[in-house]
């Protein structure tokens, strides 16, 4: 049910996207988006009553050298997290171009509407 | 000889940080070791034809971390990034010295390089989706890169689509990540084998199907090239149409499709579909247009849905159990044509480029008489739309009628029929280039017009020999079998890559 | 961008080496603990901006140039780019190989110890080093964007 509250994030966020007329408005719709993504993607990881995954000196087997298997099956999945730091980073870097293009946009137009900057047709 | 495989991302990528460190004043040694980067990259992607293999970045073996796979349709696609990338930053010399900013430029198109070498090698998904958004966002960038009206707002077009794009190819790696515990390709196709499609896979793979569609600018997804193409500077444009397009859009969309999930009915049909609307579609609305670089773009839609089209009818034969003959044939006619396309369409934008530096409009109806002041661009010019329109001894020929042979053999006339009726639109779009632009009588105000000779010419003449030359890849046998067979079969074997990769040391 | 009251000056000048001291050390005990280079360097990051908002653009811009974030950006990546390629050159031959890692082993003095984990630290530095520089300089260039557009209408009004 959760994941399905996700999705319903990424469409309200695709909705404000593909829908709105302010510059502004648009990128922050993508970024609900991609939001909507992030949390999908740590939910995946999520194990109910999970210890985070940090090994310690502890959690370390004595006689193999490996991490105890009880610790394995007890933490959540590290590897969304890893994944979500990187999407969020990808992110971080298209949102500060895009906010700049918005910037740019407003010093040559003079307006945040796109229905009046429409030089391009076609 | 062996060249590591890391070599295509980190030569670029390196370049690319080492740029802004020279500053803004030293243009010339700037541009001298971008271009030396290029031809590395050149060299590279010619030693490595037929040779295959899996690199483990980091020596963690397959499951745990991330793999680089050379095998044939990548070195196909990274023949054709390299050669466009070369003649492009080689064009860039000559046409950037008008822009200020020119190292920050040439350290844009190196990232743009290296993400799609990364794209192309990739044998992960996420790590995909990371390279995807690096030769993304390099490319948004450079569509603006001019910072006038027209090109702020289709680079802000083109960033919005994109990142729609982006965001739906994220969320279905997510769920395929969750749905099959994997994000190695290989692995993650032999579970997928395992379970069958479930219903989140299924979403998955529709999600896959709208988000690189959208980067590949199939018909109902195409909104945004014509402008983000015809605003960018030339090489630019170039790269976009000869290259962009086909790395993010067409090779990930056939990687996944065949490799990862496996070719279906359904899909075939899907692809099929997408690649027919795309060329008739493309096509009439490329006639209408007055802007040479407009009507360029259309065409590359239209030439486009040529090569997605070979590709699906191929995955539906495949899929039907028909003959593997007419399947293979029909999938070398969509990837010949797709490296055929990367070179002439390229050439293409490239003299609309020459043409526009030289001018100063974009207009064909202020333009006429331009042969007798441009005469290399208009020898290349024309070599390249016969070439795409299909004249016979150039190599848009070539690869239409493999596609036509494919489509009466397999028993599909119908789309013999629309393949020769969407090469005459071509043919009909590009003689109204020639009588537009290179004949007629010169205007008044057009009159003290010149070439400008040097590195922009030389790409020029370099990529029409090749348009020349392309067929030879076809019609020589060993040149066939080193360079198309292996991309051809890498397709054809559909998810027994899984089975290869993980037996491959 | 003139700068804030007296109050936020007197108290970021306190603050704003702790929050340096802080990044740093996100940075280099990326390995053992949460956080690491991304985290570390927009930490950094973090203690220029506070300058800028209480100081003024013109005294940040004084501590750290415009070029100079540009240089370190390109600085970082470069480093990160040696370390991977230093792989090729020592030990095992391949790309991003950890080729200062010794094999663990139940007891050794140096597991989990600052000085332990090969070149993970040296890449969570140059990542540090990256993300700071390029996130001090994605504000500093959008705060002159702002103030360019407002003097460009002073002058049409």
């Not at chain 1, 298209?94 to 010093?107: A, G, H, Q, V």
């Not at chain 2, 009206?149 to 982006?166: N, Q």
């Not at chain 3, 811009?61 to 100079?68: A, I, K, P, Q, T």
Request: with cysteine; hydrophobic share 55%.
């Amino acid at each position: 049910m959760l994941y399905a509250m996700c999705f319903f994030l990424f469409v309200i966020g695709l909705y404000c996207a593909l829908v709105k007329k302010n510059m502004v408005k648009i990128v922050i719709g993508i970024m609900i988006m991609e939001y909507a993504v992030d949390l999908f993607l740590i939910m995946l990881g999520y194990r109910a009553g999970g210890v985070a995954p940090i090994v310690g000196k502890d959690e370390f087997d004595a006689v193999s050298g490996m991490v105890k298997s009880s610790f394995i099956n007890a933490s959540v999945d590290p590897l969304p997290q890893a994944l979500v730091l990187t999407a969020i980073v990808i992110s971080l870097g298209s949102l500060s171009l895009m906010i700049s293009i918005c910037i740019r946009t407003y010093e040559k137009y003079g307006t945040f509407d796109i229905t009046e900057i429409r030089r391009l047709k076609g | 000889m062996i060249i590591p495989l890391p070599v295509f991302v980190a030569v670029p990528l390196v370049t690319a940080f080492f740029l802004p460190l020279l500053g803004d004043k030293r243009r010339f040694g700037a541009t001298i070791l971008a271009n030396i980067a290029t031809g590395v990259l050149l060299v590279a992607a010619i030693a490595t034809i037929g040779q295959s293999g899996v690199y483990q970045v980091g020596k963690w073996p397959i499951p745990l971390g991330i793999n680089l796979v050379m095998d044939g349709l990548s070195g196909l696609v990274i023949l054709a990034v390299s050669v466009v990338g070369f003649a492009a930053m080689l064009f860039s010399a000559g046409y950037m010295e008008r822009y200020t900013a020119k190292p920050k430029y040439l350290s844009l198109f190196l990232l743009m390089v290296a993400g799609m070498n990364g794209v192309v090698l990739s044998g992960d998904m996420f790590n995909l989706f990371v390279f995807l958004e690096v030769a993304s966002i390099a490319s948004y960038a450079l569509v603006g890169f001019g910072c006038e009206h027209e090109e702020l707002e289709a680079s802000f077009k083109y960033m919005v689509l994109g990142s729609v794009a982006s965001m739906f190819i994220l969320f279905g790696i997510g769920l395929v990540y969750g749905n099959t515990g994997s994000l190695n390709m290989a692995y993650a196709s032999r579970s997928i084998a395992e379970t069958g499609l479930t219903r989140g896979l299924v979403f998955a793979l529709g999600l896959f199907v709208a988000g690189f569609g959208l980067k590949a600018a199939l018909i109902p997804f195409h909104a945004w090239l014509p402008d983000a193409h015809s605003s960018a500077p030339a090489p630019i444009s170039a790269m976009l149409s000869g290259v962009l397009i086909k790395t993010l859009g067409v090779y990930a969309i056939t990687r996944v499709v065949f490799n990862v999930f496996g070719i279906s009915i359904q899909l075939g049909w899907v692809l099929l579909v997408l690649g027919v609307l795309s060329m008739v579609a493309g096509g009439f609305l490329a006639i209408g247009q007055a802007d040479i670089k407009r009507l360029m773009a259309y065409s590359s839609i239209s030439q486009l849905g040529y090569v997605v089209m070979g590709i699906g009818l191929g995955g539906l034969i495949i899929a039907q159990g028909g003959s593997t003959a007419w399947a293979s044939l029909a999938i070398l006619g969509g990837l010949f044509h797709l490296i055929n396309h990367a070179v002439y369409k390229s050439l293409l934008f490239l003299t609309s480029g020459s043409v526009e530096i030289s001018t100063g409009t974009r207009q064909m109806d202020r333009m006429g008489g331009l042969g007798k002041v441009l005469p290399i661009t208009r020898a290349t010019c024309t070599i390249a739309s016969a070439s795409i329109a299909g004249v016979p001894p150039f190599s848009g020929f070539w690869s239409k009628l493999i596609l036509v042979i494919a489509a009466v053999g397999a028993g599909y006339i119908w789309l013999g029929a629309i393949i020769v009726f969407v090469a005459v639109l071509t043919l009909i779009m590009y003689l109204k280039v020639q009588r537009y632009v290179f004949l007629g009588e010169l205007p008044e105000n057009l009159s003290g017009v010149e070439e400008r000779r040097g590195s922009m010419t030389c790409a020029m003449v370099v990529l029409a020999y090749l348009c020349v030359l392309m067929g030879l890849l076809l019609l020589v046998p060993d040149l066939k079998a080193a360079v198309l067979d292996p991309a051809v079969d890498v397709l054809v074997n559909g998810i027994s890559y899984s089975s290869r990769i993980i037996s491959m040391p | 961008m003139k700068g804030m009251t007296i109050i936020v000056k007197s108290i970021s000048s306190w603050v704003k080496m702790l929050i340096f001291l802080f990044g740093i050390y996100i940075t280099i005990f990326g390995h053992l603990t949460p956080g690491g280079g991304f985290a570390g360097g927009v930490i950094l990051a973090c203690s220029f901006i506070l300058l800028m908002l209480a100081f003024g653009r013109e005294y940040a811009e004084e501590n750290l140039s415009l070029g100079l974030t540009s240089k370190l950006d390109c600085v970082g990546a470069l480093l990160f780019a040696a370390v991977a390629l230093c792989g090729f050159f020592f030990g095992a031959a391949g790309f991003f190989v950890n080729f200062l890692h010794q094999e663990w082993q139940a007891g050794q003095a140096t597991a989990l110890k600052l000085v332990s984990a090969g070149t993970i630290p040296l890449s969570n530095i140059a990542i540090g080093l990256k993300v700071g520089a390029s996130l001090f300089m994605i504000v500093l260039i959008l705060s002159v964007f702002r103030c360019d557009s407002s003097a460009g209408k002073q002058e049409v009004s």
